[in-house]
């Protein structure tokens, strides 16, 4: 972990207690996940407990405590999406990325997720890469989707 990116990130937010999300949100998308030494540097800047970081960390959905990849990939898994083949779709992306849903490939460079609902039903199935939405997705166009997002 590079401390002065978070300093940086808490100078932004004038290490203001009452900004904790904002520089919990900042850190994440810096290192693609929540590092101990950055809640510790964090919550000892802001005079605040490392409880009440940990607490956010883990209950909002936004955050990880694990390295996550460069780039997220979410695969639909609501009825609309379900029925038209969001399984298959998911099987493939977990065989292609070698990794299990909710997992994150060696190389750091994607992870796949599941979720219950885009709230795009009439693209059915629909796929999101980072923030990028396919719709209509058939298993074919997953390796097309990948390369893009490649090293």
């Given at each position: 972990?590079?401390?002065q ?10 290490e ?7 520089i ?19 919550t000892d ?5 490392l ?13 990880s ?7 997220i ?19 493939k992306l ?13 190389d ?5 997720d599941?979720?219950?609902?885009l709230?795009?039903c ?9 923030d990028?939405?396919?719709g ?16």
């Amino acid at each position: 972990m590079d401390e002065q990116i978070v300093d940086t990130i808490l100078e932004r937010h004038n290490e203001q207690p009452s900004a904790l999300i904002g520089i919990l949100l900042d850190v994440q998308e810096e290192f693609h996940y929540l590092p101990k030494e950055a809640l510790t540097t964090i919550t000892d800047r802001l005079n605040i407990p490392l409880s009440r970081a940990y607490c956010l960390a883990t209950f909002f959905k936004a955050f990880s405590l694990v390295p996550r990849g460069k780039h997220i990939i979410r695969v639909c898994m609501g009825t609309a999406c379900h029925v038209r083949g969001g399984l298959k779709i998911l099987e493939k992306l977990e065989r292609d990325l070698k990794v299990k849903t909710g997992g994150t490939t060696e190389d750091l460079q994607f992870s796949l997720d599941a979720v219950n609902c885009l709230g795009c039903c009439g693209l059915a199935p629909v796929v999101t890469a980072d923030d990028d939405i396919y719709g209509k997705v058939a298993s074919t166009k997953t390796p097309k989707i990948l390369k893009k997002y490649s090293k």
